[in-house]
C-alpha cells in the first residue's frame, strides 16, 4: 500500500469455484480492500456479474487468465485453487512482494515428504514451507500479522481445531483418544461438475466418506500435536450431508472424574472470551449449521452424555466462511494490520 488511506489491492484466482465467490461475496463490502484482478481459465473474458449476479452492481470486472502479469499491481492474493496449484505460483508473487493466502493445502502440511504422501506429487517449492504460517487466527494471530504466506486451514480442521483447542492446551483430556465426528453441506466439494454431487446423488441421503484416510488427518494431528508437544491419537470421521453450507463437527474426549463440566466451560468461556469469531454457547446447547450460514462464526457447545466420562464438543461454521473465505480474509486483515473483523460482522443468513 502506498498510503494510509489507499484501499489494499486484491487478486483471487480461482474466482468462478465456490470459496472465490464467497471472498468475492465478502470482499466487495470490505472497507478497506479493493479487488481489482479475478482469474479463471475457463470463463476469461466473462463479466463476473453475469456468472454471479448477486455481485452485479458491486463489481465490475472480467475474469482473466490466471498469469502473473495480471497481479502485478496486488497487495496480496487470494488462491482459492484445488490443491497443487498455489505452490506453482508462490514463489513469482512472493518475490514481487505480493503477499499470498493460499485456501488449499499446498501450505498447510510441514513436512514435504508428508505433503507428497497425502497430495501424490512432489511438493513444487518445499522450501518455502517453514516460512508458511498456518493461518487459525486463534492459535497463530502474532505470526499471521508478520506473514507473507499464509495456509489458510481446512474447514474440517477449523471446526475440529477450534473445539479440541482449550482442552489440548491445559491437558485437561486423554490424547490417545479424541474422536472427530464431523459432517459438511455439499459446498465443501466445489463447483466441479462431478456425478456424486448431483441433486440426485446428494439429496436426502447420508454418508460417511474417507473413514480409513482423509487428507484433513495429518493436518488436525499436526496442529494438534504441536499444542499438545506429545502425540495425539485421533480418529476422524467426515460425513456428507445434504445442505449447502455448513460444517457440524461432533468431538469426543474422555475426561477424568476429577473434571467438572462446569469447569470446562469456563474454560473455553476464558479462552475465546476475546475471539471475536467463536462464540461459546450457555452449557448444553445445541448450535446450528444455519446459525453461522454466511458468516464467519464458530459457535461452540459442551456436553456430558449420561453416565460416561466423554465430554461432547460441538463446532459448527460455514465451510465457505469461517471454513475458508470469511478466515482467509480475517488472515489478510491481520496480515495488513487491519482490524481483524472489517468486513466480518455481518450476522448469518436465517432461514
Ligand atoms: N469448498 C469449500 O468449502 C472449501 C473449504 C476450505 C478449503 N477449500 C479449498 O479451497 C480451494 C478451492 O475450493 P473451491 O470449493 O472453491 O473449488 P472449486 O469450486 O472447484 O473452484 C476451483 C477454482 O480454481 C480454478 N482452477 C482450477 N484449476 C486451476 C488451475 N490449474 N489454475 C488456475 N485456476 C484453476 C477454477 O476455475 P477455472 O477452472 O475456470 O480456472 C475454479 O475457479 C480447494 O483447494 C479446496 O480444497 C474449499
Known sequence: MSSQVQKLKVGIIGGTGYTGAELLRLLVQHSMAEVIAVASRSEAGTKVSDLYPNLRGHLDLSFVEPKIE?????????????????????PDLLARGIKLIDLAADFRLQDAAAWRHWYGEPHACSELLSEAVYGLPELNRESIRNANLVANPGCYPTATTLGF??????????????????????SGAGRGAKVANLFTEVSDSFKAYGVSAHRHHPEITQTLTAVAK????????????????????????????????????????ATYAEEPFVDVLPLGSHPET??????NLCRIALHQATGSNKLVVL????????????QAIQNMNLMFGLDESTGLNCPAQLP
Do not use: W
Not at 165 to 186: F, M
Open 70 to 90: 495480471a497481479f502485478t499491481e496486488c497487495d496480496i492474493v487470494f488462491s482459492a485453487t484445488p490443491n497443487g496449484i498455489a505452490m506453482q505460483h508462490a
Open 165 to 186: 483447542l482449550p482442552l489440548i492446551r491445559e491437558s485437561l483430556i486423554d490424547h490417545n483418544n479424541l474422536i472427530a465426528d464431523v459432517k459438511s453441506g455439499v
Open 230 to 269: 506429545q502425540a495425539v491419537t485421533l480418529t476422524f470421521i467426515p460425513h456428507l450431508v445434504p445442505i449447502l453450507r455448513g460444517i457440524h463437527a461432533t468431538l469426543y474426549a474422555d475426561i477424568s472424574a476429577e473434571t467438572s463440566l462446569e469447569s470446562l466451560q469456563s474454560l473455553f468461556e
Open 290 to 295: 444455519r446459525s453461522v450460514k454466511g458468516s
Open 315 to 326: 463446532s459448527v461454521i460455514d465451510n465457505l466462511t469461517k471454513g475458508a473465505a470469511g
